[in-house]
Structure formats: C-alpha cells, structure tokens
C-alpha cells in the first residue's frame, strides 16, 4: 500500500505563486508515475503534470510555462511549483500514484490518491 498526503494549498491573489507537496509512504519501491490532477466544483478531474521515476515530465496546455512538477526520490516527495496563477487555477488539487511502466494525465490509470488540498486565486 502507498499513502499520500498533499499539503501546500491556500489562497493568493492572481499572479502569485505557491508550492505543493505530496509526501509519500508505504511501498514506494515500484512507484514509476506520479502527477498531479485538479477539480474544481461541477467540473472533471484534469491532469496538471506527470514525472516519471527517470524525470521524464509532460503538462497541461493550460499551465506549461507556469508550473513545474518535480520530485525528491530521497525524501518521498512530489512538488508543484505554480507560478504566475490565475483564478481558474482554483480547484482541489490532488496527487496520484502508479507502479507499472505507463504514465499518462488520464486520472483512471492511477491506483493511489491523496486526499486534496485546495488553491484559490483571487482576481
């Protein structure tokens, strides 16, 4: 079993910035995919951005150029740098594990999720 745990959301004005963390434990050995995905009220859950175990990084259209996903394999944890935010930023934003040589922003692949933690940009 894997556990993750985001912290990191609030609230800032447009064209601020914060980051996100997913701390991840349990067993973490066969973690190959992680990403983050966001919904925000009566809409679907969208992927943000994904990293593989080898650093290979994919984005949303709607963030490249702002945000940056990383992750520090040594201290189990995924980050995402939002930079330059807008108000349809706002929404719960998620983290997402997978174990299995795919990777992708589609939400149905992953097996493990967060609870959420919630960014609101204000305009």
């Known amino acids: 079993q894997v556990q993750l745990v985001e912290s990191g959301g609030g609230s800032v004005q447009a064209g601020g910035s914060l980051r996100l963390s997913c701390a991840v434990s349990g067993y973490t050995y066969d973690i190959y995919c992680m990403a983050w995905f966001r919904q925000a009220p009566g809409k679907e859950r969208e992927g943000v951005a994904y990293i593989t175990s080898g650093g290979t990084t994919i984005y949303a259209d709607s963030v490249k150029g702002r945000f940056a996903i990383s992750r520090d394999n040594d ?7 939002m930079n330059t935010l807008k108000p349809e930023d706002t929404a719960m934003y998620y983290c997402a594990a997978r174990s299995g040589r795919m990777c992708s922003l589609n939400p149905s692949i992953f097996t493990y999720w967060g609870q959420g933690t ?3 940009v204000s305009s």
Do not use: A, C, I, S
């Open 75 to 81: 201290k189990n944890t995924l980050y995402l740098q």
């Open 118 to 120: 919630q960014v609101t």
